[in-house]
């Protein structure tokens, strides 16, 4: 009991001289706390600025990706692009009258054998012969090349005569072309059905792209139909819509320096004459200001319109109020001590005060830096993917109006200061920029659109007056979201 | 939470560093008695006093109000300062000795010594007997608690402890023959 009231006692006593103990610990501890935080803060702003630029790359990537496959694919898809194109023959031609054919040449029949016993691109003699040799008819006289896949519907029909489209039959298949010719152009043979399978074939990029069919009775080209045709004009389709975007927004200033003020020598007022400050104290022997900026989060907001107005080509305009942050540090401020009105030592503050100011420093005071503009963009779409799933690569400029500038202290240390668009603003009234952008658009209902948009926006012009120590020229990363109508 | 530092408990949580100031001025004192007390050297102290309030301030969202934020403070300085040392830790014999009970007889000579004298004290115990003699004498943690923290067995903490304990108690009587002798 005695040792155990003994422990007691010894860890009671220890605990006690213990329990208040307290030690000033030094300044550089501080000092690197304060640095390490602001570096974690700023790593998380690259972080931030990192993930938009993966985003912009990762959407160039699928922009290319799939423009790439869109082409591959369109340039294969011919039977709804090319002139030359599929057709079905019928099984039914097997009472093709071989009087049809007694119009050919001796010589085509020539050339045409020679081609098919020794090529694999078909002369466009071929594609006008093959569909020729279809025509199902008792004139014997065609003047026009046959569309197969209209004998096959009426192939009791022996009088008409049929207008081909521009699409022509044409047998992949040497041999069954070969037999197929060989049937058909014999005098007195019949025309033997091709097999279905092979009937419908594509035609491969690398064949010859034949001219328009030649009518071999009167020596001169067929005009199909609808061949001048082909290339029809689209309707203007217009579209509004509402956007809304995210994003990093980086004043990237340069220039100036560290402002540095004393009693004995107040440099501020040769270098800032925009101040008028009546009489100034400077808290400390010396007060040396900091400044710098970050980037934050910003976003906008408006309304667009648009039009598709050639082809693959889209025009969009539109207006967007942008809330654009940034983050000020600074180590000093001013001090009316009239009113007790403070404001930030910054370069973009133009604190003008009759009465007595001090000046004192402290550390890490951050600022939100907000700018407000309202944006005019024009942007020229091109349409890489045109289908529900849309994608298309923009680029365009902007002028950017200023409206204002707020700097607001996050604790209300410091009064709120506000540069307008006044002649004292550090600011131009406007300023352009330049942007690229891609839009992943997915169409809902046949006029809805829904899109994401990932870009980058860059200045093409300072936003600071040349009269202000710092040059900004903003760039920012978004991401846009939009919802528009479409017209048709 | 107590309601004394909510507001600035918020208002680090939106990291206004005015405020993150405003508690390192509150708590770093008493912290960094703390840190001496684990730490072997002043150096090692800052660092882990600085390591300590970074994680404070990083975490800081995390802290419910469920204890006092002192306490929260100084678990995370403990933590901190145990891990600084955990790899130096076992360069020292930390094995069980056997029970050294108190028969020493001086255990109320010492009362009139300041934190500073008793700090300087701890300071020269071997680094394993130390740690142990902080978290169970100083700052109220258990045998078993301790052995968990450390991955060592319970009788190990606590022969350790009773062995930081003599050594202490024969420090401080031999303190008190010196003053003794010299009055004398």
Redesign the interface.
Known sequence: MKSSNNRQWFEAYWEKAFRNASKKPPDAVWDKINAELAGSEISGYKKRIVFFKWLAAASVLLAVGMGFYSLYYDRNNLNSESPVVQTNIADDTDKMDSKANTFQSEDNRKSRTEDLAGKEVLSQHDIALNATEMTKGNTGISDVPMNAELLSEKPNNTSSRYVAENDVAIAHNRNNRSDAYDQATMPGSHMTALPESIATIWVSSSMKKPDLPVDYMYKRPVVPVNFKNKKKKQPLQLYAGLNFSTGMFDPNFEGGSPESFNNADLAMFSSYSARTLNTVNVADDAVISNESYLPDISYSYGINMGARVAGRWVLRGGVSYIKANTIANTSAYYQDNSNNEKYPVLKSVNYQNDGVVEIRQTEGLQFDNTFEFASVPIKAGYIVLDKKLNLTLFGGVSSEFFLKNTITQKNDLTNVYENDRGSESPYRPVYFNGSLSTALGYTIAGHYRLSVEPGYRMALSSFTKDSFVLTGRPDAFYLNFGLSYWFK | MESEYRELVE?CV????????EM?DLF???M???C??YAISQQEA?DV??ES??KV??NIKKFRGDSRLGYWIKRIVVNTALNHRRNKLYMYPMVDVDEI??NVGH??V??D???EE??SMISELPSGCRIIFNL???D?YGHKEIAKKLGISEGTSKSQYSRA?MLLQKKISGEQLKDYEKFK
């Open positions: 208002s939106r990291d206004d560093r005015k405020a993150q100031r390192y770093a004192g008493k960094y008695v703390l001496l007390r800052e006093l600085q309030f970074i301030f990083k009970h108190q255990d109320k010492f009362s010594y300041g934190y008793l700090l169970y004498a100083i109220g304990k």
